[in-house]
Protein backbone atom coordinates (compact mmCIF):
# COMPACT_ATOMS: atom_id res chain seq x y z
CA UNK A 1 0.00 0.00 0.00
CA UNK A 2 1.15 3.40 -0.13
CA UNK A 3 1.98 2.96 3.53
CA UNK A 4 3.73 0.21 2.87
CA UNK A 5 5.22 1.49 0.24
CA UNK A 6 6.66 4.73 2.44
CA UNK A 7 7.38 2.10 5.71
CA UNK A 8 9.92 0.32 3.48
CA UNK A 9 11.32 3.13 1.68
CA UNK A 10 10.31 1.65 -1.76
CA UNK A 11 7.22 2.80 -4.51
CA UNK A 12 4.05 1.24 -4.20
CA UNK A 13 3.85 -1.82 -6.48
CA UNK A 14 2.50 -5.40 -6.26
CA UNK A 15 5.98 -6.46 -5.41
CA UNK A 16 5.57 -4.88 -2.22
CA UNK A 17 4.31 -7.48 0.11
CA UNK A 18 5.57 -10.62 -2.30
CA UNK A 19 7.66 -12.70 -0.42
CA UNK A 20 9.94 -13.06 -3.40
CA UNK A 21 14.02 -12.50 -3.46
CA UNK A 22 14.63 -9.04 -5.49
CA UNK A 23 16.05 -9.13 -8.73
CA UNK A 24 19.56 -8.32 -8.92
CA UNK A 25 18.66 -5.32 -10.30
CA UNK A 26 16.79 -4.10 -6.59
CA UNK A 27 19.90 -4.74 -4.81
CA UNK A 28 20.93 -1.18 -4.37
CA UNK A 29 17.29 -0.26 -3.68
CA UNK A 30 17.00 0.90 0.10
CA UNK A 31 15.20 -1.33 2.36
CA UNK A 32 13.57 0.07 5.47
CA UNK A 33 16.35 2.59 5.91
CA UNK A 34 19.67 2.56 4.15
CA UNK A 35 21.53 2.42 7.75
CA UNK A 36 18.89 -0.10 8.69
CA UNK A 37 20.42 -2.43 5.93
CA UNK A 38 22.41 -4.82 8.56
CA UNK A 39 25.93 -5.49 7.26
CA UNK A 40 27.04 -9.28 6.48
CA UNK A 41 30.19 -10.41 8.74
CA UNK A 42 32.22 -9.54 5.78
CA UNK A 43 30.98 -6.16 5.38
CA UNK A 44 29.06 -6.91 2.17
CA UNK A 45 25.09 -5.43 2.02
CA UNK A 46 22.90 -8.80 2.01
CA UNK A 47 19.88 -7.78 -0.46
CA UNK A 48 16.58 -8.18 1.60
CA UNK A 49 12.85 -8.01 0.72
CA UNK A 50 11.81 -5.89 3.38
CA UNK A 51 8.40 -8.29 3.05
CA UNK A 52 6.32 -5.76 4.40
CA UNK A 53 2.84 -6.78 4.67
CA UNK A 54 -0.94 -6.43 5.97
CA UNK A 55 -1.54 -7.87 9.46
CA UNK A 56 -3.85 -8.74 12.20
CA UNK A 57 -1.62 -7.61 14.92
CA UNK A 58 -0.85 -4.30 13.84
CA UNK A 59 -1.01 -2.34 10.87
CA UNK A 60 2.10 -4.03 8.69
CA UNK A 61 4.13 -6.45 9.62
CA UNK A 62 7.56 -7.26 8.26
CA UNK A 63 9.26 -10.55 8.00
CA UNK A 64 12.86 -9.43 7.07
CA UNK A 65 14.50 -9.96 9.92
CA UNK A 66 13.48 -13.94 10.03
CA UNK A 67 14.92 -14.44 6.69
CA UNK A 68 17.85 -12.51 7.62
CA UNK A 69 18.70 -14.07 10.59
CA UNK A 70 18.81 -18.02 8.59
CA UNK A 71 21.34 -16.07 6.02
CA UNK A 72 23.43 -14.47 8.74
CA UNK A 73 23.06 -17.42 12.15
CA UNK A 74 21.92 -15.27 14.10
CA UNK A 75 18.35 -14.85 16.57
CA UNK A 76 15.82 -13.21 14.74
CA UNK A 77 15.01 -11.23 17.35
CA UNK A 78 18.09 -9.62 18.00
CA UNK A 79 18.43 -8.79 14.31
CA UNK A 80 14.66 -7.23 14.73
CA UNK A 81 15.97 -4.95 17.40
CA UNK A 82 18.76 -3.83 15.86
CA UNK A 83 17.17 -2.82 12.45
CA UNK A 84 14.98 -1.02 14.68
CA UNK A 85 17.83 1.03 16.38
CA UNK A 86 19.03 1.63 12.94
CA UNK A 87 15.77 2.57 11.52
CA UNK A 88 14.46 5.95 11.20
CA UNK A 89 10.70 5.94 10.72
CA UNK A 90 10.16 9.36 12.23
CA UNK A 91 6.50 10.51 12.39
CA UNK A 92 5.34 7.91 10.39
CA UNK A 93 4.69 4.79 12.40
CA UNK A 94 5.57 3.32 15.59
CA UNK A 95 7.79 -0.56 16.02
CA UNK A 96 8.26 -3.29 18.03
CA UNK A 97 9.35 -6.83 17.61
CA UNK A 98 7.03 -9.35 18.35
CA UNK A 99 6.96 -13.10 18.76
CA UNK A 100 10.01 -14.76 17.17
CA UNK A 101 11.25 -11.57 15.36
CA UNK A 102 8.59 -10.08 13.34
CA UNK A 103 8.43 -6.53 13.51
CA UNK A 104 5.18 -4.68 13.67
CA UNK A 105 4.64 -1.45 12.03
CA UNK A 106 1.88 0.99 13.32
CA UNK A 107 1.08 3.53 11.53
CA UNK A 108 0.92 7.31 13.35
CA UNK A 109 -2.52 9.32 12.64
CA UNK A 110 -0.71 11.94 11.77
CA UNK A 111 0.84 10.28 8.67
CA UNK A 112 -2.89 8.87 7.51
CA UNK A 113 -4.08 12.24 7.60
CA UNK A 114 -1.13 13.79 5.86
CA UNK A 115 -1.26 10.77 3.21
CA UNK A 116 -5.27 10.80 2.64
CA UNK A 117 -5.33 14.45 2.59
CA UNK A 118 -2.78 14.11 -0.25
CA UNK A 119 -4.55 11.30 -2.32
CA UNK A 120 -8.22 14.14 -1.91
CA UNK A 121 -6.70 16.59 -3.09
CA UNK A 122 -5.67 14.44 -6.44
CA UNK A 123 -7.81 13.60 -8.98
CA UNK A 124 -6.26 10.51 -9.30
CA UNK A 125 -7.05 8.48 -6.04
CA UNK A 126 -3.30 7.63 -5.47
CA UNK A 127 -2.60 5.55 -8.67
CA UNK A 128 0.56 5.80 -10.68
CA UNK A 129 0.12 6.67 -14.29
CA UNK A 130 2.18 3.85 -15.56
CA UNK A 131 6.03 4.47 -16.74
CA UNK A 132 5.31 4.18 -20.40
CA UNK A 133 1.69 3.99 -22.61
CA UNK A 134 1.55 1.41 -24.35
CA UNK A 135 -0.89 0.89 -27.57
CA UNK A 136 -3.05 -2.14 -25.88
CA UNK A 137 -5.85 -4.00 -28.02
CA UNK A 138 -7.98 -6.09 -26.64
CA UNK A 139 -9.57 -8.70 -28.13
CA UNK A 140 -12.93 -9.39 -26.41
CA UNK A 141 -16.61 -10.56 -26.80
CA UNK A 142 -16.00 -12.03 -30.10
CA UNK A 143 -19.54 -13.58 -31.18
CA UNK A 144 -20.37 -15.94 -33.64
CA UNK A 145 -22.31 -14.38 -36.67
CA UNK A 146 -25.90 -16.04 -36.99
CA UNK A 147 -25.11 -17.59 -33.18
CA UNK A 148 -26.97 -16.58 -30.14
CA UNK A 149 -24.17 -15.41 -28.04
CA UNK A 150 -23.57 -17.69 -24.89
CA UNK A 151 -22.37 -16.94 -21.23
CA UNK A 152 -18.91 -17.54 -22.47
CA UNK A 153 -19.14 -14.23 -24.81
CA UNK A 154 -20.89 -12.64 -21.90
CA UNK A 155 -17.95 -13.21 -19.54
CA UNK A 156 -15.60 -12.31 -22.81
CA UNK A 157 -17.43 -8.70 -23.04
CA UNK A 158 -17.66 -8.35 -19.14
CA UNK A 159 -13.96 -8.70 -18.40
CA UNK A 160 -12.53 -7.34 -21.84
CA UNK A 161 -14.78 -4.34 -20.85
CA UNK A 162 -13.48 -3.75 -17.62
CA UNK A 163 -9.76 -4.33 -19.03
CA UNK A 164 -10.08 -1.50 -21.87
CA UNK A 165 -11.47 1.22 -18.96
CA UNK A 166 -9.21 0.13 -16.67
CA UNK A 167 -6.23 0.44 -18.69
CA UNK A 168 -7.81 3.79 -20.60
CA UNK A 169 -8.06 5.52 -17.53
CA UNK A 170 -4.29 4.41 -16.11
CA UNK A 171 -3.49 6.29 -19.90
CA UNK A 172 -2.96 3.47 -22.27
CA UNK A 173 -3.72 3.89 -26.16
CA UNK A 174 -6.23 1.10 -25.95
CA UNK A 175 -7.61 -0.46 -29.32
CA UNK A 176 -11.09 -2.45 -28.68
CA UNK A 177 -10.69 -5.43 -31.14
CA UNK A 178 -13.84 -7.39 -31.42
CA UNK A 179 -13.01 -10.51 -33.45
CA UNK A 180 -16.67 -11.55 -35.02
CA UNK A 181 -16.74 -14.92 -36.25
CA UNK A 182 -17.97 -14.15 -39.73
CA UNK A 183 -16.20 -16.27 -42.24
CA UNK A 184 -15.74 -19.81 -42.67
CA UNK A 185 -17.59 -22.65 -44.22
CA UNK A 186 -20.82 -22.27 -42.28
CA UNK A 187 -22.16 -19.60 -44.59
CA UNK A 188 -22.39 -21.59 -47.26
CA UNK A 189 -25.38 -22.96 -45.52
CA UNK A 190 -26.53 -20.54 -43.52
CA UNK A 191 -26.70 -18.40 -47.10
CA UNK A 192 -28.18 -21.32 -48.97
CA UNK A 193 -31.07 -21.02 -46.01
CA UNK A 194 -31.48 -17.61 -46.33
CA UNK A 195 -32.26 -18.05 -50.00
CA UNK A 196 -34.76 -21.07 -49.33
CA UNK A 197 -36.74 -19.30 -46.53
CA UNK A 198 -37.16 -16.10 -48.42
CA UNK A 199 -34.82 -12.90 -47.22
CA UNK A 200 -37.04 -10.62 -45.71
CA UNK A 201 -38.60 -13.85 -43.92
CA UNK A 202 -35.02 -14.84 -42.55
CA UNK A 203 -34.30 -10.88 -42.11
CA UNK A 204 -37.06 -10.88 -39.25
CA UNK A 205 -36.10 -14.19 -38.17
CA UNK A 206 -32.63 -12.94 -37.42
CA UNK A 207 -32.98 -9.64 -35.99
CA UNK A 208 -36.14 -10.68 -33.09
CA UNK A 209 -32.77 -12.79 -31.87
CA UNK A 210 -33.36 -15.70 -33.09
CA UNK A 211 -30.17 -16.79 -34.30
CA UNK A 212 -30.18 -20.66 -32.94
CA UNK A 213 -33.07 -21.75 -34.21
CA UNK A 214 -31.83 -20.19 -37.75
CA UNK A 215 -28.48 -21.99 -37.43
CA UNK A 216 -29.92 -25.49 -36.86
CA UNK A 217 -32.41 -25.28 -39.27
CA UNK A 218 -29.56 -24.51 -41.56
CA UNK A 219 -27.66 -27.27 -40.15
CA UNK A 220 -30.47 -29.69 -40.42
CA UNK A 221 -31.42 -28.64 -43.98
CA UNK A 222 -27.39 -29.36 -44.32
CA UNK A 223 -27.57 -33.08 -42.83
CA UNK A 224 -30.26 -34.19 -44.21
CA UNK A 225 -30.90 -33.20 -48.07
CA UNK A 226 -27.49 -33.79 -50.01
CA UNK A 227 -28.46 -31.49 -52.78
CA UNK A 228 -28.90 -28.60 -50.03
CA UNK A 229 -25.31 -29.88 -48.92
CA UNK A 230 -23.68 -29.67 -52.58
CA UNK A 231 -25.74 -26.02 -53.04
CA UNK A 232 -23.88 -24.98 -49.52
CA UNK A 233 -20.53 -26.09 -50.45
CA UNK A 234 -20.25 -24.50 -53.65
CA UNK A 235 -22.04 -21.46 -51.95
CA UNK A 236 -18.83 -21.19 -49.96
CA UNK A 237 -16.48 -21.31 -52.61
CA UNK A 238 -18.59 -18.39 -54.87
CA UNK A 239 -18.52 -16.31 -51.68
CA UNK A 240 -14.96 -16.66 -51.13
CA UNK A 241 -13.77 -16.02 -54.42
CA UNK A 242 -15.80 -12.86 -54.06
CA UNK A 243 -19.23 -13.61 -55.71
CA UNK A 244 -21.35 -10.21 -55.85
CA UNK A 245 -24.95 -12.09 -54.56
CA UNK A 246 -22.75 -14.21 -52.15
CA UNK A 247 -21.42 -11.36 -50.74
CA UNK A 248 -24.70 -9.49 -50.69
CA UNK A 249 -26.89 -12.27 -49.04
CA UNK A 250 -23.61 -12.72 -46.40
CA UNK A 251 -24.08 -9.07 -45.79
CA UNK A 252 -27.61 -9.33 -45.04
CA UNK A 253 -26.62 -11.76 -42.36
CA UNK A 254 -23.99 -10.37 -40.68
CA UNK A 255 -26.15 -7.15 -40.82
CA UNK A 256 -28.51 -8.93 -39.04
CA UNK A 257 -26.76 -10.47 -36.20
CA UNK A 258 -24.49 -7.03 -35.45
CA UNK A 259 -27.65 -5.18 -34.79
CA UNK A 260 -28.95 -7.69 -32.11
CA UNK A 261 -24.69 -8.11 -30.93
CA UNK A 262 -25.05 -4.14 -30.80
CA UNK A 263 -27.98 -4.38 -28.58
CA UNK A 264 -27.08 -6.51 -26.45
CA UNK A 265 -23.80 -4.47 -25.56
CA UNK A 266 -26.16 -1.65 -25.02
CA UNK A 267 -27.78 -3.66 -22.47
CA UNK A 268 -24.90 -4.36 -20.76
CA UNK A 269 -23.44 -1.12 -20.71
CA UNK A 270 -20.32 -1.73 -22.07
CA UNK A 271 -18.34 0.31 -24.45
CA UNK A 272 -18.47 -1.77 -27.80
CA UNK A 273 -19.39 -0.08 -30.52
CA UNK A 274 -19.43 -0.62 -34.24
CA UNK A 275 -16.27 0.76 -34.85
CA UNK A 276 -14.66 -2.04 -33.22
CA UNK A 277 -15.89 -4.71 -35.11
CA UNK A 278 -12.96 -6.67 -36.47
CA UNK A 279 -14.43 -9.70 -38.00
CA UNK A 280 -12.69 -12.50 -39.03
CA UNK A 281 -13.63 -11.33 -42.83
CA UNK A 282 -11.57 -8.17 -42.41
CA UNK A 283 -8.69 -10.26 -42.62
CA UNK A 284 -9.74 -12.28 -45.67
CA UNK A 285 -7.39 -10.15 -48.40
CA UNK A 286 -4.51 -10.74 -45.18
CA UNK A 287 -4.38 -14.50 -45.46
CA UNK A 288 -3.06 -15.17 -48.74
CA UNK A 289 0.28 -12.57 -47.79
CA UNK A 290 0.72 -14.37 -44.57
CA UNK A 291 0.89 -17.78 -46.09
CA UNK A 292 3.81 -16.67 -48.57
CA UNK A 293 5.44 -14.69 -45.79
CA UNK A 294 5.70 -17.87 -43.42
CA UNK A 295 6.86 -20.15 -46.37
CA UNK A 296 9.08 -17.64 -47.57
CA UNK A 297 10.55 -17.96 -43.67
CA UNK A 298 10.60 -21.64 -44.09
CA UNK A 299 7.62 -22.24 -41.52
CA UNK A 300 5.54 -24.14 -43.92
CA UNK A 301 5.16 -27.61 -44.25
CA UNK A 302 2.74 -29.01 -46.48
CA UNK A 303 1.02 -32.79 -45.42
CA UNK A 304 -1.54 -34.34 -47.58
CA UNK A 305 -2.44 -30.78 -49.14
CA UNK A 306 -2.89 -28.81 -46.33
CA UNK A 307 -0.54 -25.75 -45.82
CA UNK A 308 0.65 -26.09 -41.93
CA UNK A 309 3.12 -24.86 -39.01
CA UNK A 310 4.57 -26.35 -36.91
CA UNK A 311 5.23 -24.04 -33.97
CA UNK A 312 8.19 -25.04 -31.36
CA UNK A 313 6.89 -26.54 -28.02
CA UNK A 314 3.25 -28.16 -28.67
CA UNK A 315 4.12 -31.89 -28.77
CA UNK A 316 1.26 -34.04 -29.39
CA UNK A 317 -0.16 -37.11 -27.91
CA UNK A 318 2.11 -39.20 -29.85
CA UNK A 319 5.34 -36.85 -29.38
CA UNK A 320 5.05 -35.46 -32.68
CA UNK A 321 4.27 -31.57 -33.07
CA UNK A 322 1.12 -30.34 -33.42
CA UNK A 323 -0.10 -28.52 -36.47
CA UNK A 324 -2.05 -25.19 -36.97
CA UNK A 325 -3.33 -25.70 -40.62
CA UNK A 326 -3.34 -22.56 -41.99
CA UNK A 327 -5.05 -23.08 -45.69
CA UNK A 328 -6.52 -26.72 -45.84
CA UNK A 329 -6.24 -28.76 -49.06
CA UNK A 330 -9.71 -27.46 -50.43
CA UNK A 331 -7.78 -23.91 -50.75
CA UNK A 332 -9.86 -22.61 -47.78
CA UNK A 333 -8.08 -20.74 -44.65
CA UNK A 334 -9.36 -21.72 -40.94
CA UNK A 335 -9.45 -19.97 -37.69
CA UNK A 336 -5.87 -20.20 -36.97
CA UNK A 337 -4.66 -18.51 -40.57
CA UNK A 338 -6.80 -15.43 -39.57
CA UNK A 339 -5.82 -15.35 -35.79
CA UNK A 340 -1.95 -15.02 -37.68
CA UNK A 341 -3.14 -12.41 -39.99
CA UNK A 342 -4.70 -10.48 -37.15
CA UNK A 343 -1.78 -10.79 -35.29
CA UNK A 344 0.37 -9.46 -37.91
CA UNK A 345 -2.09 -6.98 -38.54
CA UNK A 346 -2.08 -5.56 -34.39
CA UNK A 347 1.84 -5.11 -33.93
CA UNK A 348 2.44 -3.74 -37.56
CA UNK A 349 -0.70 -1.84 -38.45
CA UNK A 350 -1.71 -0.61 -35.46
CA UNK A 351 1.69 -0.65 -33.28
CA UNK A 352 0.80 -2.76 -30.27
CA UNK A 353 3.15 -4.12 -28.03
CA UNK A 354 0.79 -5.64 -25.30
CA UNK A 355 -1.71 -7.87 -27.04
CA UNK A 356 -4.61 -9.01 -25.16
CA UNK A 357 -6.91 -12.27 -25.36
CA UNK A 358 -10.20 -12.43 -23.28
CA UNK A 359 -10.94 -15.61 -24.44
CA UNK A 360 -12.01 -18.97 -22.59
CA UNK A 361 -9.62 -21.18 -21.55
CA UNK A 362 -10.24 -24.12 -24.16
CA UNK A 363 -8.71 -22.15 -26.64
CA UNK A 364 -5.58 -21.41 -24.44
CA UNK A 365 -3.75 -24.32 -26.62
CA UNK A 366 -4.60 -22.49 -29.83
CA UNK A 367 -4.01 -18.93 -29.02
CA UNK A 368 -0.52 -20.21 -27.84
CA UNK A 369 0.12 -22.15 -30.63
CA UNK A 370 -0.65 -18.46 -32.71
CA UNK A 371 1.40 -16.42 -30.55
CA UNK A 372 4.65 -19.19 -30.80
CA UNK A 373 4.31 -19.23 -34.48
CA UNK A 374 3.84 -15.21 -34.50
CA UNK A 375 7.15 -14.87 -32.54
CA UNK A 376 9.17 -17.66 -34.47
CA UNK A 377 7.85 -15.29 -37.29
CA UNK A 378 8.89 -12.24 -36.21
CA UNK A 379 5.81 -10.36 -35.45
CA UNK A 380 5.64 -10.69 -32.30
CA UNK A 381 8.85 -9.36 -30.58
CA UNK A 382 9.72 -7.91 -27.88
CA UNK A 383 8.47 -5.55 -26.50
CA UNK A 384 5.61 -6.73 -27.82
CA UNK A 385 3.83 -9.22 -26.04
CA UNK A 386 0.69 -11.55 -26.00
CA UNK A 387 -0.88 -12.76 -23.10
CA UNK A 388 -4.27 -14.96 -22.60
CA UNK A 389 -6.96 -13.56 -20.45
CA UNK A 390 -8.40 -17.09 -20.11
CA UNK A 391 -11.55 -17.93 -18.02
CA UNK A 392 -13.42 -20.64 -16.80
CA UNK A 393 -17.28 -21.78 -17.58
CA UNK A 394 -20.13 -20.27 -16.19
CA UNK A 395 -22.28 -22.37 -14.93
CA UNK A 396 -26.52 -23.24 -13.04
CA UNK A 397 -27.21 -24.36 -10.00
CA UNK A 398 -26.94 -28.25 -10.82
CA UNK A 399 -23.06 -27.29 -11.50
CA UNK A 400 -23.33 -27.88 -15.34
CA UNK A 401 -23.20 -25.33 -17.92
CA UNK A 402 -25.51 -22.87 -17.64
CA UNK A 403 -28.72 -23.77 -20.24
CA UNK A 404 -32.31 -22.25 -20.54
CA UNK A 405 -35.18 -24.44 -18.69
CA UNK A 406 -35.37 -25.65 -22.94
CA UNK A 407 -31.55 -26.75 -22.42
CA UNK A 408 -30.57 -24.20 -24.98
CA UNK A 409 -28.28 -21.94 -24.76
CA UNK A 410 -30.00 -19.07 -22.61
CA UNK A 411 -30.46 -15.73 -24.26
CA UNK A 412 -28.51 -13.33 -23.33
CA UNK A 413 -30.41 -10.53 -23.93
CA UNK A 414 -32.93 -12.44 -21.78
CA UNK A 415 -31.06 -12.88 -19.05
CA UNK A 416 -30.00 -9.39 -19.04
CA UNK A 417 -33.45 -8.11 -18.78
CA UNK A 418 -34.50 -10.53 -16.45
CA UNK A 419 -31.36 -9.03 -13.93
CA UNK A 420 -32.70 -5.88 -14.33
CA UNK A 421 -36.57 -6.75 -13.36
CA UNK A 422 -35.46 -8.61 -10.45
CA UNK A 423 -33.22 -5.20 -9.75
CA UNK A 424 -36.24 -3.59 -10.09
CA UNK A 425 -38.73 -5.45 -7.78
CA UNK A 426 -35.63 -5.13 -5.30
CA UNK A 427 -35.71 -1.61 -5.54
CA UNK A 428 -39.42 -1.35 -5.28
CA UNK A 429 -39.50 -3.48 -1.97
CA UNK A 430 -36.53 -2.10 -0.21
CA UNK A 431 -37.06 2.21 -1.20
CA UNK A 432 -40.64 2.02 -1.88
CA UNK A 433 -40.83 6.02 -1.57
CA UNK A 434 -38.47 5.92 -5.10
CA UNK A 435 -40.34 7.01 -7.94
CA UNK A 436 -40.60 5.13 -11.46
CA UNK A 437 -38.04 6.41 -13.17
CA UNK A 438 -35.29 6.62 -9.92
CA UNK A 439 -36.33 2.66 -10.23
CA UNK A 440 -35.49 2.23 -13.65
CA UNK A 441 -32.27 3.86 -13.39
CA UNK A 442 -31.30 1.85 -9.93
CA UNK A 443 -32.66 -1.43 -11.65
CA UNK A 444 -30.82 -0.87 -14.47
CA UNK A 445 -27.70 0.26 -12.58
CA UNK A 446 -27.82 -2.90 -9.66
CA UNK A 447 -29.14 -5.30 -12.10
CA UNK A 448 -26.62 -5.22 -15.26
CA UNK A 449 -23.66 -4.43 -12.07
CA UNK A 450 -24.94 -7.64 -10.35
CA UNK A 451 -24.06 -9.83 -13.71
CA UNK A 452 -20.90 -8.26 -14.10
CA UNK A 453 -19.79 -8.08 -10.66
CA UNK A 454 -20.75 -11.91 -9.96
CA UNK A 455 -18.15 -12.47 -12.91
CA UNK A 456 -15.51 -10.17 -12.00
CA UNK A 457 -15.26 -11.10 -8.48
CA UNK A 458 -14.58 -14.25 -8.97
CA UNK A 459 -10.87 -15.29 -9.61
CA UNK A 460 -10.72 -15.34 -13.42
CA UNK A 461 -10.10 -19.07 -14.16
CA UNK A 462 -12.15 -20.66 -11.93
CA UNK A 463 -15.63 -21.21 -13.13
CA UNK A 464 -18.93 -20.01 -11.30
CA UNK A 465 -22.44 -20.74 -10.01
CA UNK A 466 -24.62 -18.56 -11.17
CA UNK A 467 -26.96 -17.58 -8.69
CA UNK A 468 -29.36 -14.61 -9.06
CA UNK A 469 -30.28 -14.46 -5.55
CA UNK A 470 -26.16 -14.28 -4.50
CA UNK A 471 -25.63 -12.07 -6.96
CA UNK A 472 -28.23 -9.51 -5.54
CA UNK A 473 -27.90 -9.65 -2.14
CA UNK A 474 -27.46 -6.09 0.00
CA UNK A 475 -25.17 -7.76 1.78
CA UNK A 476 -21.61 -9.50 1.52
CA UNK A 477 -19.36 -8.61 -1.51
CA UNK A 478 -21.73 -7.81 -4.20
CA UNK A 479 -21.86 -5.02 -6.28
CA UNK A 480 -25.36 -3.44 -4.80
CA UNK A 481 -23.41 -3.87 -1.63
CA UNK A 482 -20.94 -1.30 -3.28
CA UNK A 483 -23.64 0.60 -4.64
CA UNK A 484 -25.57 1.00 -1.76
CA UNK A 485 -22.57 2.21 0.59
CA UNK A 486 -21.83 4.88 -2.18
CA UNK A 487 -25.60 6.00 -2.56
CA UNK A 488 -25.75 6.40 1.65
CA UNK A 489 -22.58 8.75 1.22
CA UNK A 490 -24.34 10.73 -1.17
CA UNK A 491 -27.37 10.86 0.71
CA UNK A 492 -25.13 12.43 3.59
CA UNK A 493 -23.98 14.96 1.54
CA UNK A 494 -27.80 15.70 0.58
CA UNK A 495 -28.35 16.18 4.31
CA UNK A 496 -25.38 18.49 4.69
CA UNK A 497 -26.64 20.40 1.65
CA UNK A 498 -23.08 20.25 -0.18
CA UNK A 499 -21.90 18.32 -2.83
CA UNK A 500 -18.35 17.49 -1.86
CA UNK A 501 -16.31 18.32 0.74
CA UNK A 502 -12.10 18.36 -0.21
CA UNK A 503 -10.81 19.79 2.93
CA UNK A 504 -8.12 18.30 4.83
CA UNK A 505 -8.51 14.42 6.96
CA UNK A 506 -7.64 14.46 10.06
CA UNK A 507 -7.50 10.44 11.56
CA UNK A 508 -8.16 9.79 15.63
CA UNK A 509 -10.64 7.14 16.03
CA UNK A 510 -9.56 3.68 15.69
CA UNK A 511 -12.52 3.19 12.78
CA UNK A 512 -10.68 6.50 10.60
CA UNK A 513 -7.90 4.30 10.97
CA UNK A 514 -8.49 1.36 9.47
CA UNK A 515 -10.60 3.15 6.78
CA UNK A 516 -7.87 5.34 6.00
CA UNK A 517 -5.48 2.43 5.47
CA UNK A 518 -7.83 0.67 3.23
CA UNK A 519 -8.40 4.28 1.24
CA UNK A 520 -4.52 4.29 1.18
CA UNK A 521 -4.59 0.60 -1.21
CA UNK A 522 -6.52 1.82 -3.60
CA UNK A 523 -3.42 2.80 -6.64
CA UNK A 524 -1.45 -0.85 -5.25
CA UNK A 525 -5.36 -2.42 -5.99
CA UNK A 526 -5.87 -0.93 -9.35
CA UNK A 527 -1.80 -1.46 -10.14
CA UNK A 528 -2.13 -5.34 -9.54
CA UNK A 529 -5.70 -5.62 -10.99
CA UNK A 530 -4.09 -4.28 -14.18
CA UNK A 531 -0.79 -6.44 -14.21
CA UNK A 532 -2.56 -9.29 -13.60
CA UNK A 533 -5.86 -8.67 -15.18
CA UNK A 534 -7.66 -10.39 -11.89
CA UNK A 535 -10.13 -8.52 -11.25
CA UNK A 536 -11.48 -10.30 -8.19
CA UNK A 537 -8.24 -7.99 -6.77
CA UNK A 538 -10.48 -4.73 -7.26
CA UNK A 539 -13.71 -5.76 -6.30
CA UNK A 540 -11.94 -7.20 -3.19
CA UNK A 541 -10.48 -3.50 -2.24
CA UNK A 542 -13.40 -2.00 -2.67
CA UNK A 543 -15.10 -4.56 -0.13
CA UNK A 544 -13.29 -4.22 2.35
CA UNK A 545 -13.49 -0.21 1.78
CA UNK A 546 -17.12 -0.29 1.77
CA UNK A 547 -17.01 -2.58 5.20
CA UNK A 548 -14.17 -0.58 6.76
CA UNK A 549 -16.80 2.71 5.75
CA UNK A 550 -19.84 0.92 7.09
CA UNK A 551 -18.28 0.67 10.63
CA UNK A 552 -16.67 4.06 10.50
CA UNK A 553 -19.99 5.37 10.06
CA UNK A 554 -21.43 3.19 12.86
CA UNK A 555 -19.11 4.55 15.29
CA UNK A 556 -18.15 8.03 13.97
CA UNK A 557 -20.84 10.52 13.83
CA UNK A 558 -20.49 12.69 10.89
CA UNK A 559 -23.42 14.99 10.39
CA UNK A 560 -23.44 15.46 14.34
CA UNK A 561 -19.92 16.30 14.83
CA UNK A 562 -18.02 19.26 16.57
CA UNK A 563 -17.30 21.68 14.25
CA UNK A 564 -13.51 20.73 13.12
CA UNK A 565 -14.14 17.22 12.99
CA UNK A 566 -17.65 17.20 11.03
CA UNK A 567 -15.43 19.08 7.94
CA UNK A 568 -12.59 16.13 8.40
CA UNK A 569 -15.16 13.32 8.43
CA UNK A 570 -16.74 14.79 5.69
CA UNK A 571 -14.04 14.71 3.68
CA UNK A 572 -13.28 11.53 4.36
CA UNK A 573 -16.57 10.44 3.10
CA UNK A 574 -16.28 12.15 0.16
CA UNK A 575 -13.07 10.07 -0.31
CA UNK A 576 -13.99 6.91 0.05
CA UNK A 577 -17.70 7.76 -2.01
CA UNK A 578 -14.88 8.63 -5.02
CA UNK A 579 -13.01 5.30 -4.40
CA UNK A 580 -16.08 3.52 -4.56
CA UNK A 581 -17.47 5.48 -7.46
CA UNK A 582 -14.09 5.18 -9.71
CA UNK A 583 -13.47 1.48 -8.74
CA UNK A 584 -16.86 0.14 -10.03
CA UNK A 585 -16.56 2.45 -12.94
CA UNK A 586 -13.49 0.75 -13.67
CA UNK A 587 -15.42 -2.51 -13.63
CA UNK A 588 -18.15 -0.85 -15.98
CA UNK A 589 -20.80 -0.89 -13.18
CA UNK A 590 -22.65 2.54 -12.96
CA UNK A 591 -22.97 4.07 -9.00
CA UNK A 592 -26.35 5.85 -8.83
CA UNK A 593 -26.95 8.74 -6.31
CA UNK A 594 -29.83 7.35 -4.68
CA UNK A 595 -31.09 3.71 -3.48
N1 LIG B 1 -15.49 -16.24 -32.20
C1 LIG B 1 -14.70 -16.97 -31.25
C2 LIG B 1 -15.61 -17.89 -30.43
O1 LIG B 1 -16.80 -17.71 -30.37
C3 LIG B 1 -13.96 -16.07 -30.31
C4 LIG B 1 -12.88 -15.23 -30.94
C5 LIG B 1 -11.71 -15.06 -30.04
N2 LIG B 1 -10.67 -14.25 -30.60
C6 LIG B 1 -9.72 -14.68 -31.42
N3 LIG B 1 -8.84 -13.84 -31.88
N4 LIG B 1 -9.64 -15.96 -31.78
O2 LIG B 1 -15.11 -18.81 -29.81
Redesign the pocket.
Known sequence: SAVAGQAAGKTAGPAAGSSAEPAAGEAAEPAADDAAEPAAPDGQAIPVDPAVRRSQRADFQSDAALALARRLGRPPRDIAAEVLGLADLGDLCRAEVSGPGFINLTVADSALGTLLSGMAAGERLGVVPPEVSETVVV??????VA?EM?V??LR?TVIGDATVRLLEWLGHRVVR?N???DWGTPFGMLIEHLIDVGESEAAHDLSVGDLDSFYRAARVAFDADEAFGERARSRVVALQSGDADSRRLWRLLVEESEKYFLAVYDRLDVTLTEADFYP?SFYNDLLGPVVDELDRLGLLTTSAGAACVFPHGFPGRDGRPLPIIVRKSDGGYG?GA??LA?IRHRTQTLGATRLL????LP?RQ??EM?HQTAREAGWLSPPARAQHVGFGSVLGADGRMLRSRAGTNVKLIELLDEAVARAAELARSKSPDLDERTIAEVARAVGIGAVKYADLSTYRVKDYVFDWDRMLSLDGNTSAYLQYAHARIRSIFRRAGAVTARGDITVTEPAEHALALELLDFGDAVASTAETLEFHRLTGHLYTVATAFSAFFEQCPVLRAGDGVRDSRLALCDLTGRVLRQGLALLGIATPDRM
Request: negative net charge; glycine residues 14%.
Open positions: DYSGPNKHGHSVHLGEYTDAYVVGQHLV
